[in-house]
């Protein structure tokens, strides 16, 4: 079992920044590739970024790619999301997730969820 905890977000103004940090509990936490999405009310949940344990490869949507970047610190048990440049349509609930089997780009694929944050980006 592994709990997250995502926590960051908050209201930012487009063009700003945030960093979204997710929290494990559970000593296996640098086993997982490790996973941010995002949904918005009415939308399916959407995948942005993936981590391996290592920390050495990551995956990104094309959405996010090059104004987002995924890290962790297996020594804190925790994975960060740094959001650059962020607009209104990046306004959404962000989670943190574990891969459990399949795809990275794949919901589906992942087992443990946080609870999510909000972040709200103003025009």
């Known amino acids: 079992q592994v709990q997250l905890v995502e926590s960051g977000g908050g209201l930012v103004q487009a063009g700003g920044s945030l960093r979204l940090s997710c929290a494990a509990s559970?000593?296996?936490?640098?086993?997982?590739?490790m996973g941010w999405f995002r949904q918005v009310p009415g939308k399916e949940r959407e995948f942005l970024a993936a981590?391996?344990?290592?920390?050495?490869?990551?995956y990104y949507a094309d959405s996010v790619k090059g104004r987002f970047t995924i890290s962790r610190d297996n020594s804190k048990n925790t994975v960060y999301l740094q959001m650059n440049s962020l607009k209104p349509d990046d306004t959404a609930v962000y989670y943190c997730?574990?891969?459990?089997?399949?795809?990275?780009?794949?919901?589906?694929?992942?087992?443990?969820w946080g609870q999510g944050t909000q972040v709200t980006v103003s025009s």
């Open positions: 997730a574990t891969h459990y089997s399949g795809s990275y780009f794949f919901t589906q694929s992942y087992k443990y």
């Open positions: 559970g000593r296996t936490f640098s086993r997982y590739v």
């Open positions: 981590i391996t344990w290592s920390g050495d490869s990551t």
